[in-house]
């Protein structure tokens, strides 16, 4: 079964940047519409970022404009660049994705991954 795996978080001091990574677990599988979502803990689920099949960006703001969305030309990671990290930025971000697969043909819609920790120290 194809997962969307992140990478990239970690624990960092504030002010510090990071690129957090997705990518499918099954390389015949592209990513189309993709989100960045964090949850910190006692909190809900919170919208960081939206990127369209394509290629529109979308932000809330709950990062003051401190990050990016973007999808590389081969459409196999999605990335969230991350500034100005400040501690109340400490969540567990999770990736959400449309994949596709042409051999097979196959499609799958908003598929969860698993979560990379952010850790921002004061």
């Known amino acids: 079964q194809v997962q969307l795996v992140e990478s990239g978080g970690g624990l960092v001091q504030a002010g510090a940047s990071l690129r957090l990574t997705c990518t499918a677990s099954?390389?015949?599988?592209?990513?189309?519409?993709a989100a960045w979502y964090r949850q910190a803990p006692g909190k809900q689920r919170e919208l960081v970022a939206r990127?369209?099949?394509?290629?529109?960006?979308t932000y809330t703001d709950s990062m003051k404009g401190r990050c990016t969305i973007s999808r590389d030309s081969a459409r196999k990671t999605v990335y969230l660049q991350m500034n100005s990290l400040k501690p109340e930025d400490t969540a567990v971000y999770y990736c959400?994705?449309?994949?596709?697969?042409?051999?097979?043909?196959?499609?799958?819609?908003?598929?969860w991954g698993r979560g990379t920790q952010v850790t921002v120290s004061s």
């Open positions: 959400n994705a449309d994949l596709s697969s042409t051999s097979p043909s196959r499609r799958l819609r908003e598929l």
């Open positions: 099954a390389s015949e599988f592209t990513i189309g519409a």
């Open positions: 990127i369209t099949n394509g290629g529109t960006t």
